[in-house]
């Protein structure tokens, strides 16, 4: 992304506004490193004003005061600049709130028509084709295809359905067919779209720890340059060189790292956004800031790695029997299972040339999860049922049947493949083996070699028996499998990896993951899951898509190394700015140190007005890497930190040099 790009549709004056309303002592007071800086701007403006009124040279601390001036409004609209960027996004998504209503069922039945500010936690509401959902919640009766394009902008429309893993629902978004109920899960302040409002606007956003951490150093740094720059004073008069308050503060501003201070704020606020942009709602900072320190990614198996509903995808008939036969008796079996799993037999046998129709006179059994199995009863006498392996072992022996070993071996044949087997029988007869695979999503396999490259472990959880989750696993492209999973190990599984010192991200969308999605460091909730899975985890991704976790590190990374990288060049700058200020402001007091002074400033005076002009550009120029953030490239930790020690060190070292010499020449020339 091109500066031009991240600086298009920004308006000068606005922004030159904002940043003024920005020097109120309230607001620098949040930024220590700035604050200083504005303090030294108002002495120097101060003995500007006095010098004038004694008739003694004040031209040159008026200048000193414009860009200390210049360098806190920079400071200021690097801030303003990044938060500009999400406005827009949150007055778009305000509007969509507004003047929402809904239709709340009382406990007597009727309906009300009321504002969606007055809904409340575990209300009834009622919602039709063609109207706009007016708060979150979980669909509780009927189903309806939905238009979430006011949140993910995403235009093709989704199915929710009550009863489901997908039945969750979002304020703003509109429902395109049928008509739902829907139980409001959040009170008004506390919905999706609060909470998307709320990540881009800066005066609701907290400070991550790291953040913290960094400015209390910063505040460290500058109160010890504070010190240095005062002890300069007494050595300046016993060299016979005495230091104004004015160049004293102007030293100071070079010194500390007012660089990475004026651009912290902005490096948050666009990692934030960054976000955002990736359709990901985050309830804090910290979480998007953790994302880039993790070692090992959990990841639930079914509606996460795979699809979620299985499909049925082969008929294996036992030696014997006809396939027309097997596909025949595993669709009349089929046709009381409504379960995705059974519709996707039914499609697949149609498909397969199979024409038999459900007889009006049969007894048709529904499948449930106690009997395992579905079936149907034929005015003829034919029993056909369909069902798990040990379900039709009981059904065919109960029939006097025998139970063949061949069947083990289908069942083994199609389980080593990933596949779930389902087992046919007609009467006393195994026919065969119905194979349902979990689908795996659309590059997931390559999201999985990226995180590999980033440094991130990848776990697969199931509940799937062992060979299952293996061949899985290994077409999924992940490092590890856990099977036979209940949610008690998965939460246990989280808990020993943090013991050893990991930070883990736990991916999921069913209720089930909830223990799961609160314990982890980072717990990343699908926005198609249900809204307990929602709740529990510190991200939301409103794609529901399960690679969305590479992006998340990505974002999490290179906002650690944005700030890492740019922290390196502001201090790597103090450095060179002490070893060029310093000899021009001694040399004619003592002409040994002009072998340090290499640059050979004009004088003194020019030398301090050129090191603290470039302190001043050097903030508007860095705006760009703060906002679009320092490319992340795979590797390790060591690898990155020489890189940035590399360019940005030795960058923030060199830089000043000649850049300050440039300034000083057309100092010299203009005066």
Same mark, same amino acid.
């Given at each position: ?501 990991? !930070?883990?991200?736990?991916? &999921? ?5 909830? *223990? %799961?999605?609160?314990?982890? =460091? $980072?717990? +990343? /909730? ?119 020690? !590399?360019?940005?060190?030795? &960058? ?5 040099? *000649? %850049?300050?010499?440039?300034? =000083? $020449?057309? +100092? /010299?020339?203009?005066?």
């Amino acid at each position: 992304m091109s500066s031009r790009s991240l600086l298009s549709g920004i308006k000068p004056f606005p922004l030159f506004l904002e940043s003024c309303k920005r020097l109120a002592p309230w607001a620098l007071a949040r930024n220590p490193v700035m604050m200083v800086v504005a303090i030294g701007t108002v002495v120097t403006f101060a003995f500007a004003l006095w010098h004038y009124s004694q008739g003694l040279p004040w031209r040159l601390e008026m200048v000193l005061f414009l860009i200390l001036l210049a360098t806190v409004l920079f400071a200021n609209g690097a801030e303003a600049l990044a938060e500009s960027r999400g406005r827009a996004h949150a007055n778009s998504l305000r509007a969509t709130r507004q003047n929402l209503t809904a239709r709340r069922r009382g406990a007597n039945g009727g309906i009300d028509e009321i504002s969606a500010d007055a809904l409340r936690r575990g209300d009834l509401i009622e919602v039709e084709a063609g109207e706009l959902i007016p708060a979150d919640g979980d669909i509780v009766e009927g189903a309806a295809t939905i238009n979430e394009s006011a949140i993910t902008g995403e235009s093709a429309p989704v199915l929710r359905e009550a009863g489901t893993d997908n039945s969750s629902v979002s304020a703003g978004t509109k429902v395109l067919t049928d008509r739902i109920v829907i139980k409001v899960s959040n009170d008004p302040g506390d919905s999706l779209l609060d909470r998307m409002i709320a990540l881009v606007e800066s005066a609701k956003r907290q400070r991550t720890p790291n953040e913290l951490a960094l400015s209390v150093l910063l505040a460290a740094m500058t109160l010890i340059f504070l010190v240095v720059v005062t002890a300069l004073v007494p050595m300046g008069d016993f060299l016979g060189a005495p230091l104004s308050v004015p160049l004293l503060v102007a030293l100071l501003v070079c010194l500390i790292p007012t660089t990475i201070g004026g651009l912290l704020p902005a490096i948050g606020i666009a990692g934030m956004e960054r976000a955002l942009r990736a359709n990901l709602v985050a309830k804090s900072g910290k979480a998007v800031e953790v994302a880039g320190s993790i070692d090992t990614l959990l990841l639930d198996k079914t509606g996460t790695i795979t699809l979620g509903d299985r499909r049925a995808t082969a008929f294996l008939p036992l030696p014997g029997v006809e396939q027309s036969a097997l596909r025949e008796a595993a669709c009349l079996a089929s046709f009381a299972d409504p379960t995705p799993e059974g519709r996707s037999i039914l499609t697949l046998a149609l498909d397969q040339g199979t024409t038999v129709a459900a007889n009006e006179h049969a007894d048709f059994i529904e499948f449930s999860a106690h009997t395992r199995l579905s079936g149907a009863d034929l005015p003829e006498g034919r029993q056909v049922r369909k069902g798990a392996t040990d379900a039709i072992r009981r059904f065919v022996e109960e029939q006097g049947g025998h139970y063949p070993r061949t069947t083990d071996g289908l069942v083994e044949q199609v389980a080593s493949k990933g596949a779930t087997p389902l087992v046919v029988a007609e009467n006393h007869q195994v026919l065969g083996v119905i194979a349902l695979s979990d689908v795996i999503k659309p590059g997931i396999r390559e999201r999985f070699a990226r995180l590999r490259e980033a440094g991130v472990r990848t776990v697969m959880i199931t509940g799937d028996n062992p060979l299952t989750a293996a061949a899985i696993g290994a077409e999924a492209g992940v490092d590890d499998v856990v099977a036979e999973a209940t949610p008690e190990r998965k939460l246990a599984l989280i808990r020993e990896e943090q013991r050893k010192g990991r !930070l883990v991200a736990m991916m &999921g969308d069913g209720t089930n993951d909830a *223990p %799961a999605l609160a314990q982890a =460091d $980072l717990g +990343l /909730a699908m926005n198609s899951g249900t809204q307990a899975a929602k709740e529990a985890g510190n991200i939301v991704d409103l794609d529901s898509d399960p690679g969305k976790l590479l992006e998340v590190v990505e974002i999490g990374k290179q906002l650690l190394i944005t700030r890492g990288a740019l922290t390196t060049f502001s201090l790597a700058n103090d450095v060179a700015k002490y070893f060029v200020i310093l000899p021009a402001l001694f040399v004619v007091s003592l002409p040994s140190l002009g072998a340090l002074n290499l640059l050979e400033l004009h004088s003194p005076d020019s030398a301090i007005l050129s090191a603290v002009l470039f302190n001043a550009l050097i903030i508007p120029a860095l705006i760009p890497f703060a906002l679009r953030g320092v490319r992340v490239r795979p590797g390790s930790a060591d690898a990155t930190l020489r890189r940035n020690l !590399l360019i940005f060190g030795l &960058g923030g070292l060199l830089l000043p040099f *000649p %850049a300050i010499k440039l300034i =000083d $020449l057309a +100092l /010299a020339w203009m005066l």
